[in-house]
């Protein structure tokens, strides 16, 4: 997570990725036909800064990514510091990044209000990725709303109460998404609505898809479980699962009017990217697609995670701290630093990943390369392609 020269994104799960960046960035997205790799290396700038503002939440959600606390960290960043961010982010010079507003659950902090008009009154756009809890009331939405916050994102694992209420570990959050959508709409906020995908919750989906279907949103985000934080306890999908609901998704993109985008699972592109090929349009048709949108952009590449104590990484589901916000210029360790400058070059990638003629629009989950190798730069084991000669 509109379309216009700086309209609003839509937030993704908390340390997840968006959709693709509707601001853009220059350079062309071409499809395979016309590789110009350049065009989506985002050397320059992030499209989305991720900030984790706490871990506290009143969750405990099984596959929580920060390990969520009840109590916030006396190691989060101040509200000085806090602004200290957005006065660093300045330096990535227009366009600037969007700031995502996430945990935990931002709401626990008292000083939102003051951190999203601060990001409003420098020009950075800023979305919400809010825990449900009795805390997410229309009263706040409302207020955030006023501060500057653009977009907000809601989860939605199961289709009923008891699956999703399951996962999330509370009682009753389902039927409080619920009413936190309604309120979204009361207020004006577009909503991004983000469900998991594991072993458990897959079956489940065509379901899901039907009551997101009814609730108004923007953009359907698919999160592919990587086993970091609480989610090492939950199961991944197989490969062949994951091509197989690629292409259920591709032909639900066609008949819904929400969007549809993956996260940790950038394979998708080359199943899309087929797909329109395969019904004769041309590689400038499909970059202007919401999947050609989003070509290249991945962990490292156009997006950048800060954690609540000012650690920074390629992303919340990568765990390979290069600095910190309250020691180091923010705008230097995107640019220069060796870790996210090896993961903009897909000439380092290895096994299969290293020779797919899709590389520079897929990429590949580098966190889940890391996940289960250790290296960052391996091939994505969710991925079943095998590149040939022929691509």
Request: a negative charge; one cysteine or more; proline letters at 8%.
């Amino acid at each position: 997570m509109v379309e216009t020269q700086r309209p609003p994104t839509t937030p993704g799960h908390p340390g997840g990725h968006p959709g693709p960046h509707p601001g853009g960035h220059p350079g062309r997205l071409p499809g395979v036909g016309a590789v110009q790799p350049r065009g989506l290396v985002y050397d320059r700038a992030p499209m989305l800064v991720y900030w984790e503002t706490t871990l506290a939440c009143g969750l405990a959600c099984r596959h929580c990514r920060a390990t969520a606390e009840p109590e916030r960290s006396p190691l989060e960043l101040t509200t000085d510091e806090g602004k200290a961010l957005l006065d660093r982010i300045l330096g990535f010079g227009e366009p600037l990044p969007h700031v995502v507003f996430t945990g935990g659950d931002p709401l626990r902090r008292p000083d939102l209000e003051e951190l999203v008009v601060a990001a409003t009154e420098r020009g950075i756009g800023a979305s919400l990725a809010p825990a449900v809890t009795p805390d997410l009331t229309k009263e706040r939405l409302a207020s955030l709303k006023a501060a500057g916050i653009q977009t907000i994102s809601l989860s939605l694992d199961g289709s009923d109460p008891a699956r999703h209420d399951g996962l999330r570990g509370v009682d009753g959050t389902f039927a409080m998404t619920m009413r936190a959508a309604a309120w979204a709409h009361e207020v004006g906020l577009p909503i991004q609505v983000n469900t998991l995908v594991t072993d458990t919750t897959l079956d489940d989906l065509p379901a899901v898809c039907e009551t997101v279907g009814g609730m108004g949103i923007l953009r359907w985000s698919l999160f592919f479980l990587i086993s970091v934080g609480r989610g090492s306890v939950l199961r991944e999908i197989t490969p062949a699962q994951s091509e197989r609901l690629f292409h259920w998704l591709y032909e639900l993109s066609k008949e819904r009017r929400f969007q549809v985008k993956t996260t940790e699972a950038t394979h998708y592109r080359r199943v899309a990217i087929r797909a329109m090929e395969a019904e004769g349009m041309s590689d400038d048709e499909i970059a202007r697609t919401s999947v050609g949108r989003g070509f290249g952009i991945r962990d490292g590449n156009g997006i950048l995670f800060v954690s609540h104590d000012g650690s920074v990484y390629p992303s919340g589901f990568l765990p390979l701290a290069v600095g910190n916000v309250r020691a180091d210029d923010v705008v230097r360790l995107y640019r220069e630093h060796p870790t996210f400058t090896s993961l903009r070059d897909t000439s380092q990638y290895k096994g299969r990943c290293g020779i797919c003629p899709y590389v520079d629009r897929c990429g590949g989950s580098r966190a889940r390369a890391y996940a289960w190798t250790g290296d960052v730069l391996e091939a994505d084991p969710l991925c079943p392609f095998v590149p040939t000669a022929e691509g």
